[in-house]
């Protein structure tokens, strides 16, 4: 069983609108409407759940109805912040699949994910226990103290710069997050950021510079012409 668990639980501050980020409306899709449909899609997923923000529960569903997304099985309360909503979740998904069951969270607001990425998100996890979908970082990286001035910086090749899917056996991110919250660690960045400070190692799996996360305007309008844009014949 492979479960695609979409985190759809901010408000979306920084994209400064009056609705959350994940519903706004592009090309008259909504935001995570194309996200659903890229796991929909996916022969290899089975189910999916929404982690939501709150007030938008039925809204969400209506879409799915609108939208076929048929997988759509489960609607979970979002959280004070990501960490919360990501165990809301995994602890609700406890209750209905089996701790072999893979799960990938992954952003509602990156809505080009592909099927390859998703293939091999799913490939990696089943490998290597977990699966954090990634890219080389091709930018210089400078260290700084004050975000105003460096005098030094950090070699590109021993970074990383990740992404959603992050792919991980449900039973397992269950338990890593109880023992989390005993060690009073509750609001880390990412699922994969959890992973590190508790001691444990990541995989990565493929990513792509097309995986965006829509956090700002600019964002949106990239998205927008991602959707529009086409390979050239010429490239290999």
Known sequence: MNIGMLIAGGSGKRMGQDIPKQFLTVNE?????????????????DVIAVVCVEGWEQVLSAYAKQFNIT???????????????????LFELEKHYGKDDVVLI????????????????????????????????????????????STGSY????????????????????????????????????SCTLKIEMGEQVYFSVGSEKNIKLTTIDDIEIFKALLESTRSDWLK
């Not at 997988?71 to 979740?89: A, F, M, T, W, Y």
Request: charged letters at 25%; glycine letters at 8%; one cysteine or more.
């Open 29 to 45: 899709k909504p935001v995570i409407v194309y996200t659903l449909a890229a796991f929909q899609d996916h022969p290899e997923i």
């Open 71 to 89: 997988k759509l099985k489960h609607i979970v309360p979002g959280g004070e912040n990501g960490q919360d909503s990501i165990r809301n979740g």
């Open 106 to 149: 992954h952003d509602s607001i990156r809505p080009m994910v592909s099927k390859e990425i998703i293939s091999d998100c799913i490939r990696v996890t089943n490998k290597n226990g977990c699966a954090i979908t990634a890219i080389p970082c091709a930018e210089a990286m400078m260290e700084t103290e004050d975000g105003n001035v």
């Open 155 to 190: 070699p590109r090749e021993n970074l990383r710069r990740t992404q959603t899917p992050q792919g991980f056996f449900l039973g397992e991110m269950c338990d890593l997050h109880r023992r989390a919250l005993e060690k009073g660690i509750t609001n880390s960045v990412a």
